[in-house]
C-alpha cells in the first residue's frame, strides 16, 4: 500500500516534467509566469485525490497522471484568476502573477493553463478522453459559477446559509469530488463507484471549507500567514458571520452593524465583538455541526465502495488530517 | 448550392437556441453578460466557414453545427479579455463587459464561455470528439500566444516584420484555419484536405489582418466608428509603421520618432506626416503586396480539393469579399 507521500512524489515528477517543458519557451510572460506560479508550491491535493482514487480500484495510479495534471492545472488558473478578482497582493508569501507581471498577462497566462489543464489529457484514448473532459468540462462551469456568486455575495445585503453552501461547494468542493471521479475513470471503475467517490470528495470539500472558516476565527496559530480573524476584519460572509446574522435578535443584529462598519483603527473592538456574539449565538458549534454531518456523509459513501479496505482506510484518514486542523 | 445567407441563417438559428438556454440562469452576472455579449452581433465568419467547410466535401452542413458553435464562442471569449486587455470602452459601438459589468464579471464570464466552447463538441462521438478538441486547444494556445505577442510588442522597441506576422497569425489567422478545418473533420474528410483548408483559412487571415491595416490608414469611410488612422494616432506597431522604420533613414527614424511622441493636441500634423513617410517609403505597397501573397497561396491551398468545384468557387469568392474591402 502507497503512502501519501509516495503519491505525492509521483505526481510532483509529472509536474516537474511538465515545466521543464515550459523553460525558454516564448512569448516569455506567458510562459514565466505559468512556470513561476506552478513552483509556488501547494499541497497538491487534487492531484494527490486523482492518484489515490486509481490506486484504490487496483490499477497503476500512473494512469491518473494526466487527470492530476488536468486538476492542479485547473486549480492553478483559478487561483491567478482569482487572484486579480480579490487584488491579492501575494499567494504563498510571494507576489501574485498579476502584480509581478500585470493584470493582462495574469488573464492571458490563467486562460492558456485553462487550455493546458484540458490538453493534459489528450494523451487518453477516445472514449476515456471524451469521459475525462465532460467531466472537468462541468466541474469547471461550477467553479465560475461558484466564484461569481461569491464575488456577488460581497455585495448583497442578506445571503442565506444555504446559498453560501451552495457557493463553497462550487468554489471549493466540486473540483476536489472530481479528482477523485477522473482518478476512478481512469483506472476504468463502475459508474456508482466513480459518483460514490466524486459525492464524497464534494462533501469532504464543504466540510473543509467550513472547518476554514472556523480556523480563521479561533485558530491561535496563523496559516500561511493569514491574520487571526481576518475574515472577520474584512467583514467577510462566511458561514459564522451568516449563521450569526440569522440567529441575532434584532439589537445583536444592531450591534453587528455597528461592528462591521468599525474602521482599522478599531481592530480589536471589532474582533472581540464579532466574536463575542458569535459566542453567545454559538455559530461555532453550529458551523462545527455542520461540517461533521458532511464528514459523516462522505464517509458513509465509501462504505459501499467495492475496493481493498485498507486503501479505503487511508483515504478515510486523509480526510480526517484535512479537517482535523486545530482549532 | 447553399448561399453565404444560407449557412448564416443556420448558425444563428443554432445561436439563438444557445442563447435561450442562458435566459434566467444564475449567477445572472455570468450568464447575463454572456448573453449581452453574444447579442452585439458580428459577422459570424467562423461559424460559417466551419459550416462551408462542411458542406464542401458534399455532408450536411448541420453536422458541423457544434463546431460553428465551439469557435464563434471561442471567439467571444477571446474579444471578451482581449477589451480588458485593450482597457476598450465599446464593442460594436456598445459598452464592453467590463464597462457595463466589472472586470471581475468579465474574467470569470470570458472563463465560462472558453469552457462552454470546448463543451459544445460534447455531442460528437468520441473519436471525432477527440480530433475537434485537439484541434481546438492548440488553436486556443495559438491565440493565448498572439494575444500575449501583441501586447509585448507594445513595450518593445524593435518588433520586425516578421515578427508581426508571426503575431497576427495566431491572433487572428490560426481560427480561421481551425473553424474551416473542425468543419471538414466534421464531413469525415480526408486529413489532407482538412489540412489544405487549415492554411487556406490560416492565410486568409493574415492578408485580412494585413488589409485591415491598410484600411485603418487609407479608408475614406470609417468602419464600425473606427477612426481613420487610429492606429496611427496611437502608435499601433502595425505592418505599415514597422515596414516604415524598417525602410527608412535615419533621418526619416527620427522625424517617425518626433511626430509619434506628439500628442493629442496635434492629431493632423501626427497624421499627416506619419502618412507622408509611407507614401515615401510605399509602405502601402509592400503591405499590399504581402496581403496578395497569402492571398495567392491560400487559393492554391483549394486547387488540389476534392470537392464540388462550383461550392470551391463560392470559397474563394468569400475569401476575395472579405479581402476587397476599398481601401
Same mark, same amino acid.
Given at each position: 500500500v502507497k503512502t501519501h507521500a509516495a503519491f505525492l512524489e509521483l505526481f510532483n515528477n509529472r509536474l516537474n516534467e511538465y515545466r521543464a517543458e515550459l523553460e525558454g519557451r516564448k512569448p516569455a510572460g506567458l510562459y514565466d509566469s505559468e512556470s513561476y506560479f506552478l513552483s /509556488?508550491?501547494?499541497?497538491?491535493l487534487r492531484p494527490v485525490l486523482a492518484l489515490i482514487a486509481c490506486d484504490l480500484f487496483g490499477k497503476d495510479p500512473r494512469l491518473a497522471l494526466p487527470s492530476a495534471l488536468a486538476v492542479e492545472l485547473f486549480h492553478n488558473f483559478s487561483l491567478i484568476h482569482d487572484d486579480i478578482l480579490d487584488q491579492a497582493p501575494l499567494r504563498r508569501n510571494q507576489p501574485t502573477v498579476h502584480v509581478k507581471w500585470n493584470t493582462s498577462t495574469a488573464i492571458l497566462s490563467g486562460d492558456a493553463i485553462l487550455v493546458k489543464a484540458f490538453r493534459a /489529457?489528450?494523451?487518453?484514448k477516445p472514449v476515456e478522453f471524451r469521459k475525462l473532459s465532460t467531466l472537468l468540462y462541468r466541474t469547471a462551469i461550477l467553479v465560475c459559477e461558484g466564484q461569481q456568486l461569491d464575488m456577488e455575495f460581497e455585495q448583497l445585503k442578506k445571503v442565506s446559509v444555504q446559498d453560501y453552501i451552495g457557493m463553497i461547494t462550487g468554489k471549493t468542493a466540486v473540483l476536489l469530488g472530481c479528482s477523485l471521479q477522473m482518478g476512478a475513470v481512469s483506472a476504468a471503475a463502475g459508474r456508482s463507484a466513480q459518483e460514490r467517490l466524486y459525492e464524497f470528495g464534494r462533501l469532504i470539500g464543504i466540510a473543509f471549507q467550513l472547518s476554514d472558516d472556523l480556523l480563521d476565527a479561533y485558530a491561535d496559530t496563523t496559516d500561511f500567514g493569514k491574520k487571526k480573524g481576518g475574515d472577520i476584519l474584512c467583514n467577510k460572509k462566511t458561514f459564522l458571520m451568516l449563521k450569526a446574522r440569522e440567529l441575532a435578535k434584532p439589537a445583536q443584529l444592531e450591534e453587528l452593524d455597528r461592528l462591521m462598519a468599525l474602521g482599522e483603527d478599531h481592530e480589536k473592538e471589532k474582533l472581540d465583538g464579532v466574536l463575542a456574539i458569535f459566542d453567545r449565538l454559538k455559530v461555532k458549534d453550529h458551523c462545527r455541526k455542520e461540517a461533521d454531518k458532511r464528514t459523516r456523509a462522505a464517509i458513509s459513501c465509501l462504505g459501499? /465502495?467495492?475496493?481493498e479496505p485498507e486503501k479505503i482506510e487511508n483515504l478515510k484518514q486523509l480526510a480526517y488530517e484535512l479537517l482535523a486542523r486545530e482549532v
Open positions: /509556488l508550491g501547494g499541497k497538491r /489529457l489528450e494523451s487518453h459501499r /465502495l467495492r475496493a
